[in-house]
């Protein structure tokens, strides 16, 4: 059974920074394609991924509202996908996601129906 555990949020002030784990079990990440998305208060979660990463080609996407400020990488031995987010700002806020889906390559971008497994999210908070 293919399940997700995300971890990592909290609250931080503007410009801080926080580490998102995403760690999966029943299936290794090499098969499979991992997305974050968010949810922001009083909105719908985003269709898009905001970063996302394929083990098995190495591909990665990120998109503009977090490039530059969010790494997306993996630990294939701890199975485990993290999301670091730096230089935080208050817009961030929102319930973090993390899905799994059969493999695909992740560099042009992420669609939420491309994944078949979500975690349970992780609420992230920026203060201004």
């Known amino acids: 059974e293919v399940q997700l555990q995300a971890s990592g949020g909290g609250l931080v002030q503007a410009g801080g920074s926080l580490r998102l784990s995403c760690a999966a079990s029943?299936?290794?990440?090499?098969?499979?394609?991992i997305g974050w998305f968010r949810q922001a208060p009083g909105k719908e979660r985003e269709d898009l991924a905001i970063?996302?990463?394929?083990?098995?080609?190495?591909?990665?996407y990120y998109a503009d509202s977090v490039k530059g400020r969010f790494t997306i990488s993996d630990d294939k031995a701890k199975n485990t996908v993290y999301l670091q987010m730096n230089s935080l700002k208050p817009e961030d806020t929102a319930a973090y996601y993390c899905?799994?889906?059969?493999?695909?390559?992740?560099?042009?971008?992420?669609?939420?129906?491309?994944?078949?497994?979500w975690g349970q999210g992780t609420l992230v908070t920026v203060s201004s």
């Open positions: 899905a799994a889906g059969p493999y695909f390559s992740s560099g042009y971008g992420c669609h939420a129906r491309r994944y078949s497994s």
């Open positions: 029943g299936f290794t990440l090499d098969d499979y394609s």
């Open positions: 970063s996302c990463i394929s083990s098995g080609d190495g591909s990665t």
